[in-house]
């Protein structure tokens, strides 16, 4: 089984709940994946230089001033940290982005209506090149900075690359793939004032109700919507709260 993690901004902004997913991570049975993005990190560095940001549709608008800081700031501060952490905790581990090693290589997004700037969408995820180190015993922290191919560096969406090296890991056909995106509430909420209100499973027609009702919006609509495409590849999709990593709780995706 190969275990495809995604943490949210939330767990990354918090050092407590980061640690305890990393233990968590650090027990598995076997080498893992791990997806994170930015969390707060990188807006707050972008205000201290003061450089306007914007997001739309729960996705970064990244002009050349945030492409350099989102690129410092996940492949570098965040990932480390998370493999300092990881080393700490006797686990081999090597960070990268989607630009080492040709791991993950992307376009730059077209859009009718709004110029994303340097923002990627996946052409293609490495299989056999990932296979390959975690065939070794070491894990892997990647940062969703990925490359057009041509010498660009593009800024993906973390939720994204991650269903991305799942669906590619999957097709593959070597062995089974879990894909699990924590974050710091318990599931998909019905109602974001009662966090006793998960829903345990959503399936794919279900999606544009939900929306329609407001229940799914912003930063939550690129998790669904890769969640929901990945688990249309045979990939069992779970939503969980960070502490739940390995149980049966949170929000089914298929």
Same mark, same amino acid.
């Given at each position: 089984?190969?275990?495809?993690?995604?943490? $949210?901004?939330?767990?990354?902004?918090?050092?407590?709940?980061?640690?305890?997913?990393?233990?968590?991570? @650090?027990?598995? #049975?076997?080498?893992?994946?791990?997806?994170?993005?930015?969390?707060?990190?990188?807006?707050?560095?972008?205000?201290?230089?003061?450089?306007? %940001?914007?997001?739309?549709?729960?996705?970064?608008?990244?002009?050349?001033?945030?492409?350099?800081?989102?690129?410092?700031?996940?492949?570098? !501060?965040?990932?480390?940290? +998370?493999?300092?952490?990881? %080393?700490?905790?006797?686990?081999?581990?090597?960070?990268?982005? &989607?630009?080492?090693?040709?791991? +993950?290589?992307?376009?730059?997004?077209?859009?009718?209506?709004?110029?994303?700037?340097?923002? =990627?969408?996946?052409?293609?995820?490495?299989?056999?090149?990932?296979?390959?180190? /975690?065939? %070794? $015993?070491?894990?892997?922290?990647?940062?969703?900075?990925?490359?057009?191919?041509? &010498?660009? !560096?593009?800024?993906?969406?973390?939720?994204?690359?991650?269903?991305? *090296?799942?669906?590619? /890991?999957? @097709?593959?056909?070597?062995?089974?793939?879990? !894909?699990?995106?924590?974050?710091?509430?318990?599931?998909?909420?019905?109602?974001?004032?009662? *966090?006793?209100?998960?829903?345990?499973?959503?399936? @794919?027609? #279900?999606?544009?109700? !939900?929306?329609?009702?407001?229940?799914?919006?912003? $930063?939550? /609509?690129?998790?669904?919507?890769?969640?929901?495409?990945?688990?249309?590849?045979?990939?069992?999709?779970?939503?969980?709260?960070?502490?739940? /990593? $390995?149980? #049966?709780? =949170?929000?089914?995706?298929?």
């Amino acid at each position: 089984m190969i275990h495809v993690i995604k943490i $949210g901004g939330g767990v990354i902004d918090d050092a407590e709940m980061l640690q305890r997913v990393l233990r968590a991570c @650090a027990v598995l #049975q076997a080498p893992f994946i791990l997806v994170h993005g930015g969390g707060r990190v990188a807006t707050e560095i972008a205000h201290a230089l003061n450089i306007p %940001q914007a997001m739309v549709g729960g996705r970064r608008i990244t002009d050349a001033d945030t492409l350099r800081i989102v690129t410092m700031t996940y492949a570098g !501060l965040i990932n480390k940290d +998370i493999i300092a952490r990881l %080393q700490a905790l006797s686990l081999d581990a090597l960070g990268v982005c &989607g630009a080492d090693m040709n791991l +993950i290589t992307a376009k730059r997004r077209e859009h009718p209506e709004v110029d994303f700037g340097f923002v =990627g969408d996946v052409v293609s995820v490495n299989a056999q090149r990932l296979q390959e180190i /975690l065939h %070794q $015993g070491v894990s892997l922290v990647v940062a969703p900075i990925t490359h057009d191919g041509k &010498g660009q !560096l593009l800024n993906t969406n973390a939720d994204t690359v991650a269903a991305e *090296i799942a669906k590619a /890991l999957a @097709a593959s056909g070597a062995e089974p793939v879990e !894909l699990a995106y924590l974050f710091d509430l318990h599931g998909v909420l019905r109602d974001v004032d009662d *966090i006793s209100s998960v829903i345990p499973e959503i399936k @794919a027609d #279900q999606v544009d109700e !939900l929306v329609a009702e407001g229940i799914l919006h912003a $930063g939550m /609509l690129p998790k669904i919507t890769m969640a929901v495409d990945a688990a249309r590849a045979g990939i069992k999709v779970r939503i969980q709260h960070a502490e739940d /990593l $390995g149980t #049966q709780k =949170g929000t089914v995706i298929q």
